[in-house]
């Protein structure tokens, strides 16, 4: 493994911010870790990164124990939540900043920026200053000082929570062409699940200071092991509803009847996209109560008794439905998931 952490815990006084990580990101891989605010993700990267020293456990780069190892000497670099970067000296001259107690040659140097700037599409802004680029010209001015000083992983701790939602779309996209064209391994932290799950090739979910969770993102939204990792990865987020009654020849949930027995201790997860408006018989019907359009797909929520869910509608569905109208649904697709520690949603 390119990096590893073991049994990581982390303390500042009464806080226990890192209890027992534990992660294994191989080389190459674009690794996202995914997790709400306050669950931990920051405090792991500057763990990892040595910005922080952990009070327990293990911290491993390239097979060699790294806990006490220099910031410099560990083959990383870090992109941070705020680009970080000098607003008083140009482009280039952020750019060579790393390089400068490098003892690299005025030549080399030259030679290093305009590889960066070339890959980033920002040779044309090398002499004007930072303040005077747009956001995502300022993010790609923070990879490429990251990236100029050819680390073995690029850790990233939220890099677009400070761009709007057109630039976020267009660096989702520049992030996996960098990936791809540098074969760097990556780890990528964010609240995000779409950032995620669009980029990362593994997930490791992150809740309350723990890891509890890892895999694919098509493992996590289709297979997860607990109703909490289901609310945290999935868009719109997932449909969580206690089960009212359970026996051998099916399961209640208040409003619909599943033929599946449910087992002690779950709660049934249904994913929006897998409640459809019923074309036959229905499973139950719901009062439409909010609808958000989406151009032809639109997130509807109806309140069915005392529960709430969100199905999604597409086409002419979607450009009928009104606040108010009964809804006859279908469920098709269900989960029997652990309870864990659900957050109300």
């Not at 870790?33 to 669950?39: I, M, Q, T, Y």
């Not at 990892?48 to 990383?76: K, S, Y």
């Not at 030679?111 to 995502?136: F, W």
């Not at 391994?185 to 995000?192: E, I, R, V, W």
Request: a negative charge; proline letters at 6%.
């Amino acid at each position: 493994m390119t990096l590893s952490l073991s049994n990581i815990h982390k303390r500042y006084g009464g806080l226990h911010a890192l209890k027992g990580v534990h992660l294994d990101v191989p080389e190459g891989a674009f690794y996202a870790l995914l997790g709400p605010s306050s669950a931990g993700k920051t405090t792991a990267l500057r763990v990892i990164c040595g910005l922080e020293t952990p009070d327990e456990g293990a911290v491993t780069l390239f097979g060699q124990r790294a806990n006490d190892a220099p910031i410099q000497g560990r083959g990383l670099a870090m992109i941070f939540q705020s680009f970080a970067l000098y607003p008083h000296l140009n482009v280039r001259e952020n750019l060579a900043y790393p390089l400068r107690r490098s003892g690299l040659s005025s030549g080399e140097i030259d030679k290093k920026i305009g590889r960066v700037a070339e890959t980033l599409n920002i040779q044309h802004r090398l002499g004007n200053r930072t303040d005077q680029l747009s956001g995502g010209e300022q993010q790609r001015v923070a990879i490429g000082r990251a990236l100029i000083r050819e680390p073995q992983v690029l850790l990233l701790d939220e890099p677009l929570t400070n761009l709007d939602a057109k630039l976020r779309d267009a660096m989702r996209v520049e992030f996996k062409r960098l990936h791809r064209e540098l074969g760097i391994t990556m780890l990528y932290a964010t609240p995000d699940q779409l950032e995620a799950t669009t980029m990362a090739d593994q997930i490791a979910v992150i809740d309350d200071g723990r890891i509890i969770a890892t895999g694919t993102p098509q493992d996590l939204y289709h297979a997860p092991p607990d109703a909490r990792v289901a609310q945290l990865v999935g868009s719109p987020p997932v449909n969580l509803v206690p089960i009212q009654d359970r026996s051998t020849a099916g399961t209640w949930l208040g409003f619909a009847q599943l033929a599946i027995p449910a087992p002690e201790g779950t709660v049934c997860a249904i994913r929006p996209h897998d409640l459809t408006v019923a074309t036959g018989e229905a499973d139950f019907e719901g009062a439409v109560v909010l609808t958000e359009a989406l151009g032809d797909v639109s997130v509807v929520t109806v309140q069915v008794g005392d529960a709430q869910l969100r199905t999604v509608l597409y086409g002419a569905d979607a450009a009928r439905v009104r606040i108010g109208d009964q809804l006859p649904l279908k469920i098709n697709h269900a989960m029997y998931l652990p309870a864990a520690q659900c957050a109300q949603v």
